[in-house]
């Protein structure tokens, strides 16, 4: 069973944790929880309840004590709902104690400490408190059942005793009937007092299932050329899941082969939503976007990956080498690929100026680097295999005077190298390098066409860049 166990634990984990990955674009992540659904499943396979599940069988004339432990029954329906809610409660406490990790510097920083462990003590609480009612619930079960074989001993060993008396049967006779009655109850004992086992596990085998058979990624798309980077957004309306707010209604645009547009508008207008969209990463409502005429959902998830580059507005590294971080975490990467992405990038001098170069170590928190360090790694990670459309959301936020200098010469680069280029800014500096403006104003197109027509029009209404009030323009 050990051996079974591993190997579904080996066999599935990367399964799951793609699929749960690629779930995530319709909801918070939740699905990611399905990796301990799993570790449910293989400790539920080395356990000794399955073992009493399988000895079960071996006790045919105690279907009473079976009938116990049928899942319709009084068992499952009595602890169901308590474990239910203390699940719930655990999986909330642990996703607190994941944004705790995450904002440690924050909470100190502005003394929330009480406060998050206020919240998480609550979660936790209220998940021992409904484990403590499901288990006074399945312990009163466990203790019928050990009732019930008890009494059956004692019945066994009087008949027997009778039987001895009238001389039907001999004294050793009845003691062995007693053992082999103790060891076909045993069994069944074990699996009632371990039933929440089973029950947690066939609810997570359901969800393993369920996540598997709904994974897009089940499904095998036709490998196109590679793209050139032609980009089309077709209606695009975007309202949040569980909301009915409307981050994004109506838009629409293209780009050529190696166009560069810059996005702007006032905060909250939908602009980063809109560059995640871009990229796949957030999935629309209604409405497509088109990379080479396809629509983003039928490309093949790994090529398109290949095909684009992203740089998010909160840039996060994965702990490992600097090397590491611009090959996307690759083992299979020419190093003259990732020098490559590190010059269009213009951070070659950069990360030739630490003590260790490529190899240097980068911690969860992208210590050693400064917040504009990681910012310039983080583009180069976006340049890196040559990408057709990269998409930069606010790149220069973090960036010294030397930085946007260099930023400003790789996205000239790009540009040189017909590049698809959208880039999200609220810097009027940015703008010197782009083909087309388009402006955002709650979530809706307001100006869109090529560089210098879009600032004539903003200029006749008054609008200055520097100031990026965007709010007056009215939507055509």
Same mark, same amino acid.
């Given at each position: 069973l050990m051996r079974t166990a591993v190997e579904v634990a080996a066999q599935l984990g990367g399964p799951i944790l793609s699929a749960a990955a690629r779930a995530s674009l319709h909801s918070n992540g939740r699905?990611?929880?399905?990796? *301990?659904?799993?570790?449910?499943?293989? /400790?539920?396979?080395?356990?000794?309840?399955?073992l009493s599940l399988l000895d079960a069988p071996m006790a045919p004339l105690f279907m009473l004590a079976i009938f116990l432990i049928h899942p319709d029954l009084a068992n499952q329906?009595?602890?169901?709902?308590?474990?239910?809610? =203390?699940?719930?409660?655990?999986?909330?406490?642990?996703?607190?104690?994941?944004?705790?990790?995450?904002?440690?510097?924050?909470?100190n920083a502005l003394a929330m400490i009480p406060e998050a462990v206020w919240i998480w003590g609550k979660d936790t609480g209220n998940s021992l408190r409904w484990q403590v009612i499901a288990q006074d619930r399945n312990i009163a079960f466990a203790s019928l059942s050990k009732g019930v074989r008890l009494l059956t001993q004692v019945m066994m060993l009087g008949w027997g005793a009778y039987l001895a008396i009238e001389g039907?049967?001999?004294?050793?006779?009845?003691?062995?009937?007693?053992?082999?009655?103790?060891?076909?109850?045993?069994?069944?004992?074990?699996?009632?007092?371990?039933?929440?086992?089973? #029950?947690?596990?066939?609810?997570?085998? *359901?969800?393993?299932?369920?996540?598997?058979?709904?994974?897009?990624?089940?499904?095998e798309r036709l490998k196109l050329p590679r793209p050139e980077g032609r980009l089309d957004v077709e209606r695009l309306l975007f309202v949040p899941q569980g909301t009915k707010r409307v981050v994004l209604n109506g838009?629409?645009?293209?780009?050529?082969?190696?166009?560069?547009?810059?996005?702007? *508008?006032?905060?909250?207008?939908?602009? /980063?939503?809109?560059g995640k969209m871009l990229v796949g990463s957030i999935l629309p409502t209604s409405g497509s976007v088109?990379?080479?005429?396809?629509?983003?959902?039928?490309?093949?998830?790994?090529?398109?990956?290949?095909?684009?580059?992203?740089?998010?507005?909160?840039?996060?590294?994965?702990?490992?080498?600097?090397?590491?971080?611009?090959?996307?975490?690759?083992?299979?990467?020419?190093?003259g690929a990732i020098y490559e992405a590190a010059k269009l990038a213009d951070v070659h001098e950069l990360i030739a100026s630490l003590p260790h170069g490529y190899e240097t170590f980068v911690a969860a928190d992208g210590?050693?680097?400064?917040?504009?360090?990681?910012?310039?790694?983080?583009?180069?990670?976006?340049?890196?295999?040559?990408?057709?459309?990269?998409?930069?959301?606010?790149?220069?936020?973090?960036?010294?005077?030397?930085?946007?200098?260099?930023?400003?010469?790789?996205?000239?680069?790009?540009?040189?190298?017909?590049?698809?280029?959208?880039?999200?800014?609220?810097?009027p500096a940015l703008l010197q390098t782009v083909d087309k403006i388009l402006v955002l104003?709650? *979530?809706? #197109?307001?100006?869109?066409?090529?560089?210098?027509? #879009?600032?004539? =029009?903003?200029?006749?209404r008054g609008m200055s860049l520097d100031g990026g009030h965007f709010a007056n323009i009215q939507v055509k």
């Open positions: 699905e990611y929880q399905t990796l *301990g659904d799993l570790q449910q499943l293989r /400790t539920f396979l080395v356990s000794a309840t399955l329906r009595a602890t169901a709902k308590p474990f239910g809610e =203390a699940n719930t409660s655990q999986t909330k406490a642990n996703l607190h104690v994941d944004s705790m990790s995450r904002n440690s510097q924050i909470i039907s049967v001999t004294g050793g006779m009845v003691i062995a009937a007693s053992i082999i009655a103790g060891r076909a109850l045993g069994p069944i004992e074990g699996a009632i007092e371990g039933w929440n086992q089973v #029950v947690q596990s066939r609810a997570a085998f *359901g969800r393993i299932s369920a996540l598997l058979k709904e994974s897009p990624l089940n499904f838009i629409g645009f293209g780009l050529e082969a190696g166009d560069s547009l810059a996005i702007i *508008g006032n905060s909250g207008a939908g602009k /980063t939503t809109l088109r990379l080479d005429l396809m629509d983003l959902r039928n490309w093949d998830q790994r090529q398109f990956g290949e095909s684009i580059g992203y740089l998010p507005q909160d840039v996060q590294l994965f702990p490992g080498s600097i090397k590491a971080n611009i090959a996307r975490m690759r083992e299979d990467v020419d190093d210590a050693p680097l400064s917040g504009g360090q990681k910012q310039r790694i983080a583009l180069a990670r976006a340049f890196f295999g040559s990408p057709k459309l990269v998409v930069l959301d606010e790149p220069n936020s973090n960036l010294d005077t030397a930085g946007e200098l260099a930023l400003s010469r790789a996205l000239q680069q790009a540009k040189e190298q017909k590049i698809t280029m959208v880039t999200i800014t609220q810097r104003v709650n *979530g809706t #197109v307001a100006l869109f066409g090529l560089r210098q027509d #879009v600032l004539q =029009a903003l200029a006749a």
